[in-house]
């Protein structure tokens, strides 16, 4: 499972996401690769699930990859709730 | 690289009375460029990656973290932190006004890490960030910072 954490530059904003978003998919007990990237990259990038702001989500729409969008990048209740119910969804069908 | 250690008392200003977004770039910027650990150019290019990408470096409401790239100006791993007074309107739908601005210049990819963990669960302690948001106190502040640090 390879979620990608995608903001302007890679290294700021979405180390901040992924931190989020490693604690939330630990106590959830789900293992995942997750990675920063920044916009450039995301749209070339392959990936499971993607999360990001909405300015970003409008940019990676046409991937075939569900965008979770989240508007708090500390609350791990907002992540939590979008995040889990599609990576819990990936993981069945894979 | 330790949270307390980049915050200092050279590296934050409470209550900054800022005319706009740019404003607060160029007042967090330029702690930066005053600690010796960033060239003046860093701001602009802080000031350019606003314009290009828009607010989404408010990634917490009332929380702004600024940077550009490492290679645009950073001389070594520095953050620093301005509390605005009144907030200031950053143009994100969801998490204006900013009332709390980090601007952080990164080395490389990996050396800040350590510090993104603290400030990222700094941010999560909601009472923590009122007080600072409030505080008129460098001193109360950085006891708040290394706080948090000790937490980690």
């Known amino acids: ?10 290294f700021g904003s979405s180390m901040v996401l992924k931190m989020s978003i490693e604690s939330v998919l630990k106590s959830a007990g789900i293992k995942a690769d997750v990675r920063t990237a920044d916009i450039g990259i995301a749209k070339s990038e392959t990936a499971d699930v993607i999360v990001t702001s909405s300015e970003f989500s409008k940019l990676l729409q046409n991937k075939n990859i569900p965008v979770v969008v989240v508007k708090n990048y500390v609350d791990k209740k907002e992540i939590g709730e979008k995040l889990l119910p599609i990576v819990q969804g990936e993981k069945k069908g894979s | 690289m330790q949270l307390d250690h980049l915050l200092t008392k050279e590296t934050i200003r409470l209550q900054v009375r800022a005319t706009g977004r ?13 600690s010796g650990n960033a060239d003046a150019r860093y701001i602009e290019a802080m000031k ?17 973290l600024l940077h550009a790239r490492p290679e645009d100006g950073v001389r070594q791993l520095c953050m620093s932190l301005v ?6 309107e950053f143009g994100n739908p969801d998490n204006d006004p900013v009332s709390v601005a980090f601007a952080l210049g990164a080395e490389d990819n990996s050396k800040h890490v350590e510090a993104i963990a603290v400030l990222a669960g700094l941010l999560e302690d909601e009472q923590a960030m009122e007080t600072i948001r409030h505080s008129t106190s460098v001193d109360e502040v950085l006891q708040i910072i290394a706080a948090a640090q000790a937490g980690e």
């Open chain 2, 83 to 88: 509390t605005l007074d009144p907030p200031i």
């Open chain 2, 22 to 34: 740019m404003d607060v770039v160029q007042k967090a910027g330029e702690l930066l460029v005053a």
């Open chain 1, 1 to 10: 499972m390879k979620i990608l954490a995608v903001c302007g530059m890679g």
């Open chain 2, 48 to 64: 350019h990656s606003l314009k290009t990408h828009g607010p989404y470096m408010v990634i917490v409401p009332g929380v702004a």
